[in-house]
């Protein structure tokens, strides 16, 4: 699969900024008081999808390595979560009950990961500057890592929808990380099911980040992470978005630290997503119900787990973290044997 152990200066640096070019603010004494761990509720909503009292644990902590604890997948049919220490190059496995163990090295800087529709891991491997797929075998399929000829930037994060098309983000190609880039921009993809066909689907957003569809597949969230902002757009039958449907679903912005990287849904709809101060629940609507305080300056990932899906996995720049919700999270796909 290539790669080199750790990664350079240079690259943690870039990689680094995935979790921290969006949002402003420090992390001082005042914000530490201001983010002691509670959950706080916004709306009465709030209460058939978690408890104000459910306490929020800390599982596992010292990754990232420079380049921040990411990409949380859960892998049901082994009862574990997969998460990226980026800048050690590694993902990282959390066994329930059991702690953490190393699953592999050299991973090109992967970031974010999810499973298609046959329970493969997918992975944007951010020094590769590719997307790939493992395959039952342990080899890996490229499934993007070109458009038009030219290489992509640097993908971030990624989703299968249930036809087996993969969206993926792919920013970097930004004044603040000065590059050589053969795109000139920023751009959201599709790649067809059968990995023939890659379609950019929007280049208007400032720093695409995370993504994650509707229960019904009908809308397309994407963070434009610079901007604070989570924005939707509808779904045309053919998977590529209808981009005059384009509007901003949520604003993350406050006085603490912090503003949306990956996010993910619920069953009921509900989004997930990291903002000022700890993670936001909002209803389909874009209403804010209430925000989960975890105490960190900035959440990464999100994941849902567990073996009824009710446990929320946040990643933080070094930390696994999780609480219990009453509602279940949208399923990954399990491997099919």
Same mark, same amino acid.
């Given at each position: ?8 200066? =240079? ?13 402003? /603010?420090?992390?001082? $004494? $005042?914000? +530490? ?12 909503? %709030? ?5 104000? +009292? ?10 990232? !390595? ?20 980026? /800048? ?26 999810? =499973? ?9 491997? !951010? ?9 039952? *075998?342990? +080899? ?5 890592? @070109?458009?038009? !000829? ?14 087996? +098309?993969?969206?993926? @983000? *792919?920013?970097?190609?930004?004044? #603040? ?24 689907? @929007? =280049? ?11 229960? *019904? ?41 912090? /503003?949306?990287? &990956? ?12 903002? $000022?101060? !700890? ?23 999100? $994941?849902? &787990?567990? #073996? ?11 930390? %696994? &973290? ?16």
């Amino acid at each position: 699969m290539g790669g080199t152990g750790r990664l350079s200066r =240079r690259q943690m640096l870039e990689l680094a900024a995935g979790g921290s070019v969006a949002f402003a /603010g420090g992390f001082g $004494a $005042a914000h +530490s008081a201001e983010l002691k761990p509670r959950i706080e509720q916004f709306d009465p909503a %709030l209460d058939k999808i978690i408890s104000t +009292s459910e306490p929020i644990r800390t599982l596992a902590t010292g990754f990232g !390595g420079g380049g921040n604890t990411e990409g949380p997948v859960w892998w049901k049919e082994g009862g574990f979560l997969l998460f990226s220490s980026i /800048g050690d190059n590694q993902v990282i496995k959390y066994t329930p009950g059991k702690g953490t163990s190393i699953y592999r090295e050299k991973t090109n800087g992967a970031n974010g990961h999810t =499973r298609d529709i046959q329970g493969r891991l997918v992975a944007c491997e !951010g020094v590769a500057r590719r997307v790939t797929r493992e395959e039952p *075998d342990g +080899s890996f399929t490229v499934i993007a890592n @070109t458009y038009q !000829g030219k290489r992509i930037n640097k993908p971030n994060d990624v989703v299968v929808k249930s036809d087996g +098309s993969v969206y993926f @983000t *792919d920013p970097w190609n930004i004044p #603040d990380l000065p590059q050589p880039w053969d795109l000139d921009y920023n751009g959201v993809y599709r790649v067809s099911p059968d990995l023939g066909t890659i379609n950019l689907l @929007t =280049r208007d957003l400032f720093l695409p980040n995370g993504l994650a569809f509707s229960p *019904d597949e009908k809308i397309l969230y994407i963070g434009d992470s610079r901007r604070t902002q989570i924005v939707a757009f509808d779904v045309m039958p053919n998977g590529l978005l209808a981009n005059q449907t384009q509007r901003v679903f949520v604003d993350l912005k406050g006085p603490e630290p912090g /503003g949306p990287d &990956g996010f993910k849904v619920d069953m009921a709809g509900n989004l997930y997503t990291g903002g $000022a101060g !700890g993670i936001y629940i909002v209803d389909s609507s874009g209403k804010k119900l209430g925000r989960i305080v975890h105490g960190q300056p900035q959440t990464t990932n999100i $994941a849902f &787990g567990g #073996d009824d899906w009710k446990t929320l996995y946040f990643t933080t720049h070094s930390t %696994l &973290g999780s609480v219990q919700l009453k509602t279940a999270g949208l399923p990954v796909p399990a491997r099919k044997i």
